[in-house]
């Protein structure tokens, strides 16, 4: 049983940095970053392996966003910079149990946090 806190949303203007962060009652395990914005699908953000050796991100993401562990802390983060106001949506963390589904489907998440909303002003 892995229990997942996100916290660090709240409103921000475009252009802005925030950081999110995920605390976990363990370390041991991949974390991902997905988000869902109203109206859409809940997509992929990032991820990162246990060790924090292992890091991809979704196209729409890449480059601004970046995803680090701190395991002796038990956290992961997600430090979002140059924010638009399509990054608006409530952003969760998920810790993966299956291994025989990609890292970047939902699917192989079987701890969810309860999300943190972050909303990007125009």
């Known amino acids: 049983q892995v229990q997942l806190v996100e916290s660090g949303g709240g409103l921000v203007q475009a252009g802005g940095s925030l950081r999110l962060s995920c605390a976990a009652s363990?370390?041991?395990?991949?974390i991902a970053w997905f988000r869902q914005a109203p109206g859409k699908e809940r997509e992929f953000v990032a991820t990162?392996?246990?060790?924090?050796?292992?890091?991809d991100y979704a196209d729409s993401v890449k480059g601004r966003f970046g995803i680090s562990r701190d395991n002796p802390k038990n956290t992961v983060y997600l430090q979002m910079n140059n924010l638009k106001s399509e990054d608006t949506a409530v952003y969760y963390c998920a810790a993966r149990i299956r291994w025989d589904l990609r890292a970047i489907d939902q699917q192989a998440y079987g701890y969810w946090g309860q999300g943190t909303q972050v909303t990007v002003s125009s």
């Open positions: 363990l370390s041991s395990y991949r």
């Open positions: 990162i392996n246990w060790t924090g050796g292992n890091t």
